[in-house]
């Protein structure tokens, strides 16, 4: 791997327009909920974001015909030829070839996986772990149709993929264990604060209490902050984020690598 300052290279490699662009927080669902209310779960926030999307290149159509062969998927796209989507494993897989070759420092890996919380129908994707860090194969970014003789649509544009960093020497040398909450005095206190504080909130609110309805909710997670049984609690010690920083992808030829507009709806 070539010395330089950046820790994910992307080597173009294929025909493909495809772009890569930071992982963004809004959800067309989320925000079409009853008073955004879904963009209040922070954690669903943070998953959106927590990585890079691969963009569709072009608009295509495809149905499974409910079949295990390869033309049992029938693909239909806009412009012309090479196409990077195609039936190529058969059992109702739709598969996307990547122009990408990524580069990742050792020991680390990429996730290749559908864009978080975004529910599709009748297709729904599937993961793969890589090791970037000296494959030179490419990955594919496969979906597998959930129901049969159903046209799925991908807009030009629409997110294909999202490729996540993972660290396998963290996943491979982290030590889970089990243990009753009762014996560690203090997260036993402050979670049952919390719980008690959730469920009085929870019980007015189906009351409807006045004050509690017009609160709408507590947000204390959102807020990085806690319910606590004592009059004055200390400011805990902890970095608390709202939102990720993901930076773009740059033109390591010599130019910015330009990205289309995207919507950066949800919560700032």
């Known amino acids: 791997m070539p ?32 008073q955004r209310f879904a963009n209040r779960c922070l954690p669903m926030l943070m998953a ?5 999307l691969i963009l569709n290149d072009r608009r295509l159509r495809a149905k499974w015909l409910g079949n295990p062969r390869t033309d049992g998927v029938l693909v239909e796209t806009a412009g012309d030829p090479p196409y990077a989507a195609l039936s190529h494993f058969g059992h109702g897989i739709l598969t996307f070839t990547l122009p990408f070759l990524f580069r990742t420092p050792p020991g680390m890996g990429l996730l290749f996986r559908g864009p978080a919380n975004a529910p599709k129908d009748a297709i729904a994707p599937l993961e793969g772990l890589t090791e970037t860090d000296w494959a030179i194969a490419t990955a594919t970014m496969n979906w597998k149709f959930t129901r049969q ?8 544009g629409e997110p294909i993929c999202m490729v996540v960093p993972q660290q396998f020497d963290a996943l491979e040398t982290m030590r889970p264990g089990t243990m009753d909450i009762k014996q560690e005095p203090e997260t036993h206190r402050d979670y049952y604060s919390w719980k008690r504080s959730r469920d009085d909130f929870l019980r007015n609110l189906r009351s409807l209490d006045p004050s509690t309805v017009q609160q709408g909710w507590q947000g204390h997670y959102f807020q990085g902050t806690a319910p606590s049984t004592e009059p004055n609690p200390p400011t805990p ?8 920083r993901i930076r773009e992808f740059v033109d390591l030829n010599g130019a910015a690598d330009a990205c289309p507009e995207r919507k950066r709806g949800g919560p700032a």
């Open 149 to 156: 003789d159903t046209w799925i649509e991908f807009a030009e």
């Open 3 to 34: 010395e330089h300052e950046h820790d994910l290279i992307a080597y173009r490699i294929g025909p493909f327009a495809m772009r890569l662009v930071p992982a963004f927080s809004y959800r067309d669902w989320m925000n079409e909920s009853d």
């Open 48 to 52: 959106n974001q927590a990585g890079w």
């Open 237 to 244: 010690v902890r970095r608390h984020r709202t939102r990720l």
